[in-house]
């Protein structure tokens, strides 16, 4: 059991110190000072040092093993991302510099948005939203700006899949909508029918992944969108999925009016552990006027960042989002280029499908036919026949060194688990992970028993979520 | 192309015979003709990494970088020590996903629970969550734990900086709270228009400590008046200033929130920053984003786990009061690695010297006519209204090397010192600023 | 002369007198939503609507909303259940979340008999 870095501070230790100072120390009257002791860690910098070695020991990143996670695109993350990330170029500049003095940086930011609207299909790009969710907030924000810029004050509701990832209508409510869902029809896709009766005068838009949560492309999406705009609403694209068609299709074609990238999942940066990450947003011309201040906008030939315009829905937050993170993203479109972006979605939907097919005779896929760049299987069966469930695989697989698929989503699967092994993947890596998934389905049957009490390599196993639920201890206890 | 795809074209081969697809494009049958894109993107092929190196390196050499920097505002030069850059960039740190699997993720967990501690010392809190995007985002989602169903209206001063007023706008502009602008006097909240605008319909008060201009708000006075109209205290703080000023909690606060950039993080051009939120345990369940619990495993052995999740969005979905998913983890990793490096001694020093050195500044500015706009305590920040107009100042100093304050109107400035500013540098300011004035 | 009555969302609702209810939940319901961890209760002088959601009750992965079986007024909250949530899971029919005021309208709700009935076809 690790030790927490307070359960080794001991006090007099030190790990870095600062030069004495050249001037008169300022006193503060006594009203204004700390009472009560700062109680921070005091190490020294090799104890320092092997208290995180030890904690990245238990760790998993994608630079470890297999990281299946569907809908989360786990990458390889380039070393180039890094090196150029840390320039001191990009590292040392002042957010409120002049101008004149950080057109490096302007220009690597105009070079993405323009890259970014090439491989979407859109007219312009922000930058600063720092997350996906955070670019859907800024995009549901800029679609009920415009429709109250046009007076059409009924639209207040917004359609929502039922398979749509959480993000989704949470966004969408913090943007002061109601959300209303639509069904799935029978292949993954939007209900048409269903759709239909849900549009009125009263829907904003609508908000769809495409490929969605099952891993499927919606065929008809180019009607969706037409009948979404019929209706009078917009059409958003959360773009969580973008990774298994660029190069081949967009959704600026396919009629979204507003879109949001995770950069962390397509464009290759690091997860970091939870962030951070970045969801730049797109629109057509039409909504242009809405981004948020800090968006950079070229006049002239000459930068500058959106201010209080009266349109503008306002800010998201300080600056202009996550700069060394929308760098990274750069130097991953600069070296992939137009080829390698495609070949990118290419081995994606390969690599995706070559697992299924060495899956799907025992682990049924939710919906059939080719899958985009991931699948979602159900183990329903595998549960009601041995009491094996999807939780309990995906424990069994962490005994064997690979990340488990994403679990229980989308919902409206049972038992689900959504496999993504995205393009960077070998096929060595794909046959040990389907040997190790078709191994554990046959245990299943033969001695549930292993499998209910996996993991037994990993350093704790199972925590008692309820527990730390019920009786929550969220920092160190000092006394 | 410096593709990061893998197999050959005879292993792709051997993959499309294992599927039974005849080519890669029959994979992509679902996709309509009329929307597949019929010609390549109009982006420039891939580069190698040589030449790709070479391009970033350009863009970066287009940016000037100032070898003294007398400007904050909500970005701060600080030393970063050796330790944190270095142990931060391990590959298992950088590249892996959210700790949603415990067994797998202890030594992610491990360092969240140690932030969250971390900020809780700082602040004087119960509970901390595992950060939000950035401090004025912080301040939104604070803002939002107040609300009930009878007080909706919020207390904004003008002295908040600019961009959170902004992004606490933008955030509730479509809810049902009520922002209230609350007058500042010499730059410090207005206690008379504070009580004035209490009402029983007042969710909080948010005071930033130091505000903007870099003053130090009587944060006790305060949070007193705003307990007995029954609303609630957020203050927010850059962390930095925790090592000496008294905490948000020891002055009144129930939210504690702010910017912690300052925590061992590079100016970065605005980003990726810090939102840190921590709070009482009255109100632990009303935070966003993600927190780290301790818990028991099987064997009865201490673990960490992702807990009270059921606040999140993947589980409350429309009705979670955030859709916050990917948060600033790496970064609070960093400001954890910062703290413990740093240690009480160091943070505190690192305060001592910001505002010792702030003052010197001020001092010999005024010295040369440069006067403090407001009275009252300031601590590593203040304003100046000069003999000379802002971007005299500005360009004068530019020459030199030197990123001058923020220039606030035509003869304002907001000045900032941190521990990496010398004296001599200072001197350096004021005798360039001498030559301008002659 | 307490009557118990059900809702077909498995809340029991108790009449201690003519202008007072104890509102709970079913041993179904605590079954169902497995480990209970947190339980948001109104606040006490809120009205509330019969068939509306009143609070909810969490566990580690779900959130369920309690939906109130009369309209009144919230006159007393079980705080009890902020450090023991568990209870309802060990006792759902003796732990009670909120206490009612009001005028109360039978209409709708489940005798015991016709919940036990309920149940058995949910199965």
């Not at chain 2, 009255?282 to 992702?306: H, W, Y």
């Not at chain 3, 079980?78 to 949530?85: A, G, K, R, T």
Request: hydrophobic share 40%.
């Amino acid at each position: 059991m690790s030790e927490l870095i307070y359960e080794k501070s001991r006090p007099g230790r030190i790990t870095v110190t600062l030069d004495e100072l050249d001037v008169k120390q300022v006193d503060f009257s006594e009203d204004l000072l700390r009472q009560t002791p700062l109680r921070l860690p005091q190490i020294a910098e090799i104890d320092l040092v092997r208290h995180y070695i030890e904690l990245s020991r238990n760790a998993f990143g994608v630079d470890n093993g297999f990281y299946p996670l569907g809908s989360c695109t786990m990458k390889y993350n380039p070393r180039l991302n890094e090196e150029c990330a840390a320039l001191e170029g990009f590292t040392q500049i002042h957010p409120l510099q002049p101008i004149s003095t950080v057109q490096g940086a302007l220009r690597a930011m105009e070079l993405l948005s323009e890259s970014l609207c090439e491989i979407t299909g859109m007219n312009a790009f922000t930058l600063q939203p720092s997350a996906g969710a955070h670019g859907e907030f800024t995009g549901m924000l800029m679609i009920h700006a415009y429709h109250a810029h046009r007076n059409d004050l009924k639209r207040t509701k917004v359609i929502v899949p039922d398979s749509a990832h959480g993000t989704n209508p949470a966004s969408a409510a913090m943007a002061g909508y109601q959300v209303i869902s639509v069904a799935s029809n029978s292949e993954g896709g939007v209900d048409l029918d269903a759709l239909k009766e849900l549009l009125n005068d009263e829907v904003a838009a609508l908000m769809l992944t495409n490929p969605n949560t099952l891993g499927l492309f919606d065929p008809n999406i180019e009607e969706i969108s037409r009948l979404v705009h019929a209706a009078g609403g917009l059409v958003y694209y959360d773009g969580a999925n973008l990774n298994a068609i660029m190069g081949i299709a967009r959704p600026g074609d396919m009629g979204f009016d507003v879109v949001h990238l995770n950069l962390h999942k397509t464009f290759s940066t690091p997860h970091g552990g939870g962030g951070p990450g970045s969801g730049p947003v797109g629109c057509k011309s039409s909504l242009i006027s809405y981004l948020p201040q800090g968006s950079l906008i070229k006049h002239n030939g000459e930068f500058s960042f959106v201010t209080n315009t009266p349109e503008s829905i306002g800010r998201m937050r300080s600056f202009y989002g996550n700069f060394l993170t929308n760098i990274r993203a750069l130097t991953y479109i600069l070296s992939l280029g137009s080829d390698g972006l495609k070949d990118t979605s290419l081995q994606a939907v390969l690599n995706a499908n070559y697992m299924m097919a060495g899956l799907a005779d025992l682990y049924p896929v939710s919906y059939p036919g080719p899958c985009m760049h991931e699948f979602v299987v159900s183990l329903q069966k595998l549960k009601d026949e041995t009491g094996v469930s999807a939780k309990d695989i995906s424990k069994a697989l962490l005994d064997f060194g690979i990340h488990p698929p994403t679990m229980y989503f989308p919902s409206i699967v049972h038992e689900a688990l959504m496999i993504e092994p995205t393009e960077t993947e070998s096929k060595e890596t794909l046959d040990h992970a389907i040997n190790v998934l078709r191994e554990l389905h046959a245990l299943a049957y033969r001695n549930p028993e292993e499998i209910l009490n996996a993991p037994t390599t990993t350093p704790i196993r199972r925590v008692d979520d309820v527990l730390a639920a019920r009786h929550p201890i969220l920092k160190y206890n000092f006394e | 192309m410096a593709s990061y795809t893998v197999n050959t074209l005879a292993q792709q081969q051997a993959m499309l015979e294992k599927i039974g697809a005849e080519s890669l494009d029959s994979l992509f049958t679902a996709v309509p003709d009329s929307l597949k894109l019929q010609r390549p993107l109009n982006l420039p092929l891939g580069k190698s990494e040589f030449a790709v190196a070479k391009k970033m390196k350009e863009l970066a050499s287009l940016n000037e970088v100032f070898s003294v920097i007398l400007r904050g505002a909500g970005s701060e030069k600080h030393y970063i020590p050796s330790v944190v850059r270095q142990l931060s960039g391990r590959e298992e740190f950088v590249t892996a996903y959210t700790p949603y699997q415990s067994e797998l993720s202890q030594g992610i967990l491990q360092t969240i629970f140690e932030f969250q501690t971390g900020i809780c010392e700082l602040t004087g809190m119960d509970a901390s969550n595992a950060s939000v995007y950035d401090g004025a985002s912080a301040v939104a989602e604070a803002v939002n734990m107040t609300i009930d169903r009878k007080r909706t209206v919020v207390l904004l001063p003008d002295n908040l900086h600019p961009h959170t007023l902004t992004t606490v706008k933008t955030y509730t502009h479509w809810s049902n709270i009520e922002l209230k602008t609350i007058k500042t006097l010499n730059g410090r909240i207005d206690v008379a228009s504070l009580k004035e605008a209490l009402s029983e319909t007042s969710a909080c008060l948010v005071i930033q400590n130091p505000n903007f201009y870099g003053l130090i708000e009587n944060v006790s006075e305060l949070s007193a008046v705003v307990h007995a109209a029954g609303a609630k205290v957020i203050v927010s703080s850059n962390p930095m200033t925790l090592g000496v000023l008294k905490s948000p909690r020891e002055a009144g606060a129930d939210i504690a929130v702010g910017e912690a950039q300052p925590l061992g993080m590079s100016m970065a051009f605005g980003g990726p920053y810090l939102g840190y939120m921590a709070t009482v345990t009255e109100l632990v369940r009303r935070l966003p984003g993600r927190i780290v619990g301790q818990s028991l495993d099987l064997d009865g052995k201490r673990a960490f786990t992702l807990t009270l999740q059921a606040r999140e969005q993947h589980i409350r979905r429309e009705k979670a009061s955030s859709s916050i998913c990917s948060n600033q983890a790496h970064c609070a990793l960093i400001a954890g690695m910062y703290l413990a490096a740093m240690g009480p001694v160091g943070l505190r020093e690192v305060a001592i010297q910001s505002s010792s050195k702030a003052h010197y500044l001020a001092e010999q500015l005024a010295s040369i006519g440069f006067k403090l706009r407001y009275d009252g305590p300031f601590f590593h920040e203040f304003v100046t209204d000069g003999p000379l107009t802002s971007v005299t100042v500005e360009n004068a100093l530019h020459k030199r090397g030197i990123l001058s304050g923020l220039p606030l109107g035509k003869n304002g400035m907001l000045w900032c010192c941190t521990e990496t500013v010398s004296k001599h540098d200072i001197d350096r300011t004021i005798l360039i600023l001498k030559e301008v004035l002659a | 002369m307490e009557q118990l009555y059900f809702t077909a969302t498995h809340e029991w609702v108790k009449f201690l007198d003519e202008k007072t209810a104890q509102i709970g939940i079913s041993d179904f319901a605590q079954h169902a939503l497995g480990d209970i961890v947190y339980v948001n209760l109104p606040d006490v002088g809120d009205n509330v609507g019969s068939a509306t959601r009143f609070g909810d009750v969490e566990s580690v992965k779900a959130v369920s909303d309690l939906i109130s079986p009369v309209s009144g007024k919230v006159s007393e909250t079980n705080e009890v259940l902020l450090d023991s949530p568990e209870k309802l899971n060990s006792d759902p029919m003796n732990t009670w979340i909120m206490k009612v005021t009001g005028d109360f309208d039978k209409k709708g709700l489940l005798t015991p008999k016709e919940y036990t009935v309920l149940i058995a076809q949910a199965k």
